[in-house]
């Protein structure tokens, strides 16, 4: 059913290759958004020629892979029709697969999943797990990788008192049983990769409970994809601190997701992400 998809393949060779030899580096995923009103960079590179240098400054920074967003996950943040969000992402994508990058798409709408997956994008990623209808179908029939994220609620209502049980059950159980629906509809468990979803629904201790447990899920088959980045569980912990103050705490971060097994770090910052990562690897070869 699935189509062979050239980039999704290359970046299926990284993900293998960082989840099975132990000191490699993680990948390092750079973030782009299309959006007027994304929470950490929102507005600044929504026409679409600023949005491409942007990107173009991350590959050449050295991101392994650039994931362009085109809806604003924030609480609050306006919801954006199918045409709109095309409209900013696929000129985006296009540009970027045309010059040899390779391109996850941040999406949660079907339509958006397939025309990226047309125009060549590797991965799709999905902050609620393929759980729109016709989200599997979709990703299964483009032949991308995909990320499976777990989120509580939805972004406009998750961080109204978050409540779990047991954090860390839930989301390993939540992030187990969607890769199962992956796989039962014919998406190969080498084009999965999972993310425990830093502040989707959960408090500063639900972060910090998810980050000590994180070798339990990288014991599980999949890659492992981490997103700390500027995020305001880190604001918190290093004392008050604004979205532009939060390189050194986002750094911490990526090195203690690192330390734990992550295997894709999605974050803003990729040069400084990976100047702290060559130090990671000197050190730990
Ligand atoms: C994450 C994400 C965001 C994350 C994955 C932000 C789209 C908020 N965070 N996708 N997206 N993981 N997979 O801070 O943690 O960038 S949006």
Not at 12 to 25: A, S
Not at 48 to 59: D, G, I, K, Q, V
Not at 227 to 236: A, D, I, N, P, Q
Request: aromatic share 4%.
């Amino acid at each position: 059913m699935a189509l062979i998809n050239l980039n999704a393949a290359s970046l299926c060779t990284l993900l293998t290759n960082v989840k099975q030899i132990p000191h490699l580096r993680p990948l390092v995923m750079g973030i782009v958004n299309v959006t007027p009103d994304s929470f950490s960079d929102g507005g600044n590179y929504y026409n679409s020629e600023a949005a491409l240098s942007h990107a173009l400054a991350l590959s050449d920074d050295g991101a392994d892979i650039i994931d362009i967003g085109g809806e604003s996950s924030r609480p609050g943040a306006s919801p954006v029709s199918e045409d709109e969000e095309l409209n900013r992402v696929m000129p985006l994508v296009e540009a970027l697969v045309r010059r040899g990058i390779l391109v996850s798409v941040d999406t949660t709408k079907p339509a958006i999943m397939r025309e990226a997956g047309k125009a060549g994008a590797a991965m799709i990623n999905d902050i609620s797990a393929l759980q729109h209808e016709g989200a599997l179908d979709a990703v299964a029939a483009t032949g991308a990788v995909v990320c499976l994220m777990h989120m509580k609620g939805n972004p406009d209502t998750m961080q109204k008192a978050p409540y779990y049980d047991d954090v860390v059950s839930e989301v390993e159980d939540f992030l187990t049983a969607r890769a199962k629906a992956c796989e039962d509809f014919g998406i190969a468990r080498d084009h999965i990769v999972i993310d425990p979803g830093f502040g989707f629904g959960k408090t500063t201790e639900h972060n910090l409970d998810l980050m000590r447990a994180l070798p339990k899920l990288r014991d599980l088959p999949y890659p492992l994809l981490v997103g700390w980045s500027r995020k305001s569980t880190l604001g918190e912990i290093a004392g008050g601190r604004n979205v532009a103050d939060r390189l050194p705490a986002s750094l911490a971060a990526a090195l203690a997701a690192t330390n734990a097994g992550a295997n894709v770090l999605r974050v803003h910052d990729v040069k400084e992400t990976l100047d702290a990562l060559k130090v990671w690897r000197a050190m730990n070869r």
